[in-house]
């Protein structure tokens, strides 16, 4: 199996959150950046800021932390993500280079 990421990225106001799973997630938070999916949720709210993540060995793991998160109250949510993020500030840079072998 592959190692899975659970992942929770905003807009520029911090309005709205988006919760997300994902085998490469430097590629998958390029995909929201970029609007690859020009219909979907996160592009029709601009959610692209990368707040919070998780590694997990296996994407099973990652799946079902994320089950469990989306689970969660908007306070919930943010309280995860002030937990390792305070300002919230991107921390896409952090991870560009995960990938990467």
């Given at each position: 199996?592959?190692?899975?990421?659970?992942?929770?990225?905003?807009?520029?106001?911090?309005?709205?959150?988006?919760?997300?799973?994902?085998?490469?997630?430097?590629?998958?938070?390029?995909e929201?950046?970029?609007?690859?999916?020009?219909?979907?949720f996160?592009?029709?709210?601009?959610?692209s800021?990368?707040?919070?993540?998780?590694?997990?060995?296996?994407?099973?793991?990652?799946?079902?932390?994320?089950?469990?998160?989306?689970?969660?109250?908007?306070?919930?949510?943010?309280k995860?993500?002030?937990s390792?993020?305070?300002?919230?500030?991107?921390l896409?840079?952090?991870?560009?280079?995960?990938?990467?072998?």
């Amino acid at each position: 199996m592959k190692p899975g990421f659970v992942y929770i990225i905003t807009n520029k106001y911090q309005t709205v959150v988006y919760v997300g799973v994902t085998s490469n997630l430097p590629q998958r938070i390029l995909e929201h950046k970029n609007k690859k999916y020009p219909t979907s949720f996160s592009a029709r709210y601009d959610i692209s800021t990368l707040v919070y993540y998780e590694q997990f060995q296996w994407i099973g793991d990652a799946i079902a932390r994320e089950k469990q998160i989306k689970a969660g109250s908007r306070a919930s949510k943010n309280k995860l993500i002030q937990s390792i993020n305070p300002t919230c500030k991107d921390l896409f840079e952090e991870i560009r280079d995960l990938m990467t072998e």
